[in-house]
């Protein structure tokens, strides 16, 4: 999406931490959401903020959606066992993508959508869980029931 009316992209990524042994849906990671004003991540913080990755990015996909879905225009979204937030507001014709420090940025629902999914189908397809974990199928649920929000743009 190129820059318009003030708004461009954001960026999400998510990472387990090293050192965990066999992946779980449990694992500790970090996520970072950058925007052309800023970028806030997990990592690094004190107190420390790192998050039951897999869970949160399944908090978030269920959140986000109904979020974009619906008519509130506010959403303050925390990851699992952390401090980590977000907050968006949605405005006219954008939302605007704050953390701790501020303001990250200004883009669409869809272009904030599809950031959100390529970060959440990545993370699983590089730190993929085992099909018996009990976060699999919440984290398989929560993709499907979000991939139309992105589908639809």
């Not at 190129?2 to 387990?16: Q, Y």
């Not at 931490?17 to 990671?29: I, K, S």
């Amino acid at each position: 999406m190129g820059r318009r009316h003030g708004l461009s992209p954001v960026t999400v990524r998510c990472s387990v931490r090293p050192g965990q042994g066999e992946a779980t849906g449990f694992d500790l990671g970090d996520m970072v959401v950058t925007g052309d004003l800023g970028t806030t991540g997990s990592a690094g913080r004190v107190p420390d903020q790192g998050m039951m990755i897999h869970l949160s990015v399944v908090t978030l996909l269920d959140q986000l959606r109904g979020f974009l879905r619906g008519d509130v225009r506010y959403l303050r979204y925390y990851g699992v066992d952390t401090s980590f937030t977000l907050v968006l507001r949605r405005g006219e014709h954008h939302v605007a993508v704050s953390g701790r420090d501020g303001l990250l940025g200004r883009t669409t629902g869809p272009a904030l959508a599809a950031a959100v999914l390529d970060a959440a189908e990545d993370l699983l397809r590089v730190h993929p869980l085992p099909p018996g974990d009990p976060v699999a199928g919440d984290y398989r649920y929560a993709l499907a029931e979000f991939r139309p929000l992105v589908a639809a743009r």
